[in-house]
């Protein structure tokens, strides 16, 4: 999770400017561990991809709020 590159380079803007940046890099997972079983068994669907996306989408969130102290 990277916290901060909106101080770095603004929406809109063309200069680069020089601002803190937190990261936190997060515990890895295996996708088969967060494909639901019973699930499509297509090794590979377009289900399997966007639930795998979705999780990383959370994880990154979760982390996020826990470098701001929201949580």
């Known amino acids: ?8 380079w603004p929406r809109g803007s063309a200069r680069i400017r020089p601002a803190k940046v937190t990261i936190m890099i997060g515990e890895p997972f295996y996708a088969e561990d967060v494909i639901k079983t019973g699930g499509t068994g297509s090794g590979g669907s377009i289900d399997d991809h966007a639930l795998i996306t979705e999780h990383l989408k959370c994880r990154i969130a979760e982390m996020i709020d826990q470098m701001r102290g929201n949580k």
């Open 1 to 8: 999770a990277l916290d901060g590159l909106y101080k770095v």
